[in-house]
């Protein structure tokens, strides 16, 4: 491991893998793991993905937002704040993990949502990378199995060694996915970046009526994402 890897092992705020409740969450996923780095993360991202259910609808805007105990307490998150905790339970294991960001296109989004957010490009959608046997490797545990069923999309699989990333159509052959820009990785979560982004795709107005709902109601959305309609002509 290089000296650049280094970063990409510690403990953040956000990262916060000395906590108790991702030392012992971590602990109770890899306990029959061997030591293989391969094998721990591919635990690992099964469990965030199934275990932290998808929500869009999370709040957003505040370092506490992202930080991975926070995620693992409420259990669910959207994708960056899933992408945290993964990328901290993959720094408690040992494994120089990072995150990294896209804008994406998503064509089986739910109607309601693209009404929400008034477009159908999710910007700085969050990944996870892994470095394993001396590369890095992208994972997405973003959708969890009841989600991928809900849209008749096959859950995204990861084996430690190729990139894990959304699928570009959906079970039965319609239009999933499109990555439509990349903005690297980061050692932890760019918070201001992510916010500035939003207001520049979705507007200063839209977002900080958002931030304003999220203060009103201390954190929660009134939204159920579970319960709206998969939109399909896009």
Same mark, same amino acid.
């Given at each position: 491991m290089n000296q650049d890897h280094k970063k990409y092992l510690r403990a953040? +705020?956000?990262?916060? +893998?000395?906590h108790k409740y991702i030392v012992d969450y971590a602990l109770s996923v890899i306990k029959d793991s061997s030591q293989d780095p391969v094998n721990k993360a591919v635990k690992l991202y099964y469990a965030v993905r199934d275990d932290i259910w998808y929500d869009p609808y999370s709040p957003f805007y505040l370092p506490e937002h992202y930080r991975a105990s926070n995620i693992l307490k409420r259990g669910r998150g959207y994708c960056v704040g899933k992408a945290s905790l993964l990328c901290t339970l993959g720094r408690f294991c040992g494994i120089p993990s990072r995150v990294g960001f896209a804008d994406v296109r998503n064509h089986l989004a739910t109607r309601q949502l693209i009404e929400y957010l008034g477009t159908d490009l999710f910007v700085y959608h969050g990944y996870v990378e892994f470095y394993l046997e001396g590369k890095w490797v992208k994972a997405t545990p973003a959708f969890n199995l009841e989600l991928c069923r809900k849209h008749n999309v096959s859950p995204l699989e990861f084996n430690g060694r190729e990139d894990s990333l959304f699928q570009a159509y959906s079970l039965e052959n319609k239009k999933f996915m499109e990555y439509v820009e990349d903005h690297g990785t980061? +050692?932890?979560i760019p918070v201001d970046v992510i916010v500035a982004g939003w207001e520049k795709a979705y507007g200063k107005d839209r977002v900080r009526q958002w931030i304003q709902n999220f203060e009103k109601s201390e954190g929660?959305?009134?939204?159920d994402f579970y319960t709206e309609d998969v939109w399909k002509e896009l």
């Amino acid at each position: 491991m290089n000296q650049d890897h280094k970063k990409y092992l510690r403990a953040t +705020a956000i990262f916060n +893998a000395d906590h108790k409740y991702i030392v012992d969450y971590a602990l109770s996923v890899i306990k029959d793991s061997s030591q293989d780095p391969v094998n721990k993360a591919v635990k690992l991202y099964y469990a965030v993905r199934d275990d932290i259910w998808y929500d869009p609808y999370s709040p957003f805007y505040l370092p506490e937002h992202y930080r991975a105990s926070n995620i693992l307490k409420r259990g669910r998150g959207y994708c960056v704040g899933k992408a945290s905790l993964l990328c901290t339970l993959g720094r408690f294991c040992g494994i120089p993990s990072r995150v990294g960001f896209a804008d994406v296109r998503n064509h089986l989004a739910t109607r309601q949502l693209i009404e929400y957010l008034g477009t159908d490009l999710f910007v700085y959608h969050g990944y996870v990378e892994f470095y394993l046997e001396g590369k890095w490797v992208k994972a997405t545990p973003a959708f969890n199995l009841e989600l991928c069923r809900k849209h008749n999309v096959s859950p995204l699989e990861f084996n430690g060694r190729e990139d894990s990333l959304f699928q570009a159509y959906s079970l039965e052959n319609k239009k999933f996915m499109e990555y439509v820009e990349d903005h690297g990785t980061y +050692a932890d979560i760019p918070v201001d970046v992510i916010v500035a982004g939003w207001e520049k795709a979705y507007g200063k107005d839209r977002v900080r009526q958002w931030i304003q709902n999220f203060e009103k109601s201390e954190g929660g959305s009134g939204r159920d994402f579970y319960t709206e309609d998969v939109w399909k002509e896009l």
